[in-house]
């Protein structure tokens, strides 16, 4: 008993024009007959002598019967242009025949003996009848072109040649009396589509195949006719971004981004990176293309529809990066196609060869929305989108796909169906904000990933893009440490008696203080105490610069400049004026990391509420540092400007205490002699403390307490009270 046999295939022919192969799923049939219908000029010919050089360049015989009055001679002058035009196939290979004589002086009759004639003689195994419809012209009567027909197409088919009857017919007579004998129709024409004018390419009818129903676009080059397909030739393959850990991912390089995108971006995926005009979008494609040549050595291509390679060069050079250096190197290649000449399925197919070919791993479209700008249909939209990303997830690579938003709108795409079919979308935007306009990122989706959520500043300068995240959407890892037992001297030994011993290591202590107090002198000492141990502290000042900073504390005989000197101590002065809110925590979160400093002050906490916050953004703020500065062990002090000038009810500022291990109150008293400066510990969490009020003195080497005030009154700065009577002693 026989096995199961295998379906009968036909044989094929290579077409030896791109991708038409792929729409014929295999190639032409082998010995059919088919109708080549379009308008003059529509490309009819010029598709057929590119598959007839090709057919003859494999060995065949070619048989191409002119029946215009086009000389053979004008053939070839046009001909030549074309690289697929080889003289050296001629009368061999390849015969060019007119029949146009014949059927004017012969008529029909005659002129199809003599094509019969021919055919025995070259005995070829493809036929071209150029243009068939001639022969409608000179039939007297629909009969007669039948019978005509259906010998010819007969006599075909026994000597199995592959022919091709070419004619000005259109989609609405494809009633013709000979199609009845016809295997094949395929249709060309030209018209206006999205905005510009495109050749078009359809198989009607092919027996005995499956193929491709649709309108493909074409152009004709040099090179001849080229058809595009990409919902033919672009299949999803099923790469997995798995590895033997779990998702293989790629980390941009882009200073903090990464920091926002958790475990960094899955292989495979396509991300939109939307904004307005003039968000830093090229820059961010640009930069993720530089970072992952220079530092990941991996490759990276650029499509630009909007910058020239010149213009993308000057950017970058303006920004400092070598990306010159790159790109000679073979790591980085810029692609521009001018937008006039933007044919949107030629140019995915481009993207997918340059793609392969240059092994790109980073892909940047810049932008999308420009590419395809003439597209009116969504579907039509949508599908090309995902054809775009079926590059991406075929290399295996992450792209980056610019796309303009309009203004004003809170659209997240320029046309509303590409973020549902990326993987990730990154927003830009930038606000007004006084005088000055912001820049923000949004991580807004990417699947897969556990990512940062809410608005981070950004700016764009030196370096490239900088990006400051919120601490309180970066996921941290690491628990938080408690206060340690060990103590640690504030720089006032005074002090230190009071905090039985001084401050537990690791607290955070608050400094409230209304202005004079001794706030920043106290804070210098603290800084200084650390410097003595040869360990490191960061003093960090929204007001007063390093150099006044040094001059006030000299002046007092504290050598605060020669800590700096020896890198003991280092300033970091962030100006309010020049300090937007939301880059500040970012800011300090990365000079923390830099530095590793042991002990902090920020000098002063009230000077950030200046910068834009209000009081609950600012105790979030705050909150999202002391919870960094645990985690690393810093014990720090923060100072907060006071509401009230003299001692009252008010403990602490703006709702601030409960972040704080310790709190000290610095107010004014008033007695007899004017205004005096008291200390009071109001809270030390985890020890006991002296709760008595003690005076203040500032003088040659630095913030000193004095003695005890015994019976404090509290004095109301609203109401011009006169108290007496207030007594102290000094602090044995």
């Known amino acids: ?66 029946t215009l009055s086009e000389p053979t001679a004008k053939t070839l002058l046009y001909l030549r242009p074309f690289t697929f035009f080889d003289p050296k196939l001629l009368e061999e290979r390849i015969r060019f025949i007119d029949l146009g004589l014949s059927l004017r002086t012969k008529g029909l009759e005659l002129t199809t003996n003599l094509l019969i004639e021919q055919l025995k003689l070259f005995k070829p195994t493809m036929v071209v009848i150029d243009s068939f419809k001639v022969f409608d012209d000179l039939a007297r009567s629909s009969e007669e072109l039948r019978k005509f027909t259906y010998e010819l197409t007969v006599r075909l088919m026994a000597w199995e040649c592959t022919t091709f009857l070419l004619g000005e017919y259109s989609s609405e007579h494809f009633e013709h009396p000979a199609y009845s004998a016809i295997d094949g129709i395929i249709t060309v024409k030209q018209e206006q589509r999205s905005g510009e004018r495109q050749r078009l390419l359809q198989i009607v009818k092919m027996r005995g195949t499956s193929h491709s129903h649709e309108e493909h676009p074409f152009v004709i080059t ?21 590895g033997a850990e779990g998702t293989q991912r790629m980390k941009t390089g882009i200073s903090k981004l990464d920091a926002l995108l958790g475990k960094g971006i899955p292989l495979g995926s396509s991300i939109i990176v939307s904004g307005v005009s003039g968000t830093g979008k090229t820059v961010l494609g640009l930069e993720f293309l530089y970072r ?49 000449d933007i044919l949107v399925d030629r140019d995915i197919l481009e993207l997918q060869r340059r ?48 796309n303009d938003i309009p203004a004003g709108t809170q659209q997240h795409s320029r046309f509303g169906v590409e973020e549902t079919v990326m993987d990730g979308l990154i927003l830009l935007w930038s606000e007004a904000q006084g005088l000055e306009r912001h820049r ?88 200084l105490e650390a410097a003595r141990s040869q360990k490191r502290a960061l003093y ?16 007092l005989g504290l050598p605060l400049g020669e800590a700096v000197k020896a890198g003991e101590v280092e300033i970091l002065y962030l100006p309010r004026e020049h300090l937007h809110a939301s880059r500040f925590l970012s800011m300090v979160e990365q000079k923390i990391h830099e530095l590793r400093p042991t002990r902090l002050v920020l000098d002063s906490a009230s000077d950030i509420e200046v910068l834009g916050f209000i009081s609950e953004e600012l105790r979030r703020l705050l909150y999202g540092l002391v919870l960094r500065l645990r985690t690393l062990g810093v014990t720090s002090l923060f100072t907060v400007e006071a509401r009230s000038l003299f001692v009252s009810d008010t403990i602490s500022e703006r709702g601030l205490s409960p972040l704080a291990d310790n709190i000290f109150m610095l107010r004014y008293l008033q007695d007899d002699g004017g205004l005096m400066p008291v200390l009071t510990v109001v809270k030390t969490r985890g020890s006991a403390h002296v709760r008595s009020s003690h005076r203040i003195l500032i003088e040659q080497g630095g913030f000193k307490l004095g003695g005890q005030i015994e019976t404090p009154v509290p004095f109301s700065g609203q109401k011009k009270k006169r108290h007496l009577g207030i007594k102290w002693r000094r602090h044995e």
């Open 440 to 527: 923000y990122l949004e991580v807004h989706k990417l699947r897969n990933t556990a990512h940062a959520s809410g608005r981070h500043s950004i700016t764009i300068g030196p370096g490239g893009m900088q990006v400051f995240p919120r601490l309180d959407e970066v996921p941290r890892l690491d628990a938080p440490f408690s206060p340690r037992d060990e103590r640690v001297s504030t720089g006032v030994p005074q002090l230190d008696e009071l905090l039985g011993g001084g401050l537990l290591d690791g607290s955070v202590t608050l400094l409230s203080g209304s202005p004079g107090t001794g706030k920043s002198t106290l804070g210098i000492q603290f800084v």
């Open 1 to 66: 008993m026989s096995g199961p046999t295998e379906p009968f295939s036909l044989p094929r022919l290579e077409t030896g024009i791109s991708n038409l192969d792929a729409i014929f799923h295999g190639g032409m049939p082998k010995g059919v007959i088919s109708v080549i219908a379009g308008p003059p000029g529509s490309g009819k010919t010029t598709l057929v002598q590119q598959m007839c050089f090709h057919h003859a360049a494999q060995g065949g015989r070619v048989l191409y019967f002119n």
């Open 355 to 402: 793609v392969e070919t240059f092994g790109a791993q980073r892909v940047v479209v810049d932008s999308m929305s420009v590419f395809l700008h003439k597209l009116e249909e969504r579907s039509v939209t949508r599908d090309k989108v995902f054809w775009l990303t079926n590059i991406i997830q075929n290399q295996n690579a992450v792209g980056f796909f610019a």
């Open 222 to 242: 040099s090179a001849g006719v080229e058809v595009y397909a990409p919902s033919i030739t672009l299949r999803r393959m099923r790469h997995s971004a798995a």
């Open 292 to 340: 992952g040549a220079r530092e990941q050595n991996q490759k990276g291509l650029f499509l630009s529809f909007e910058e020239t390679e010149t213009r993308l060069r000057d950017t970058a050079r303006g920004l400092g990066w070598e990306l010159d250096r790159e790109i000679d190197r073979g790591m980085v290649q810029i692609v521009f196609i001018p937008q006039p």
């Open 540 to 555: 960090i000042t929204l007001e007063e610069g390093p150099h006044q900073l040094v001059r006030g504390a000299e002046s």
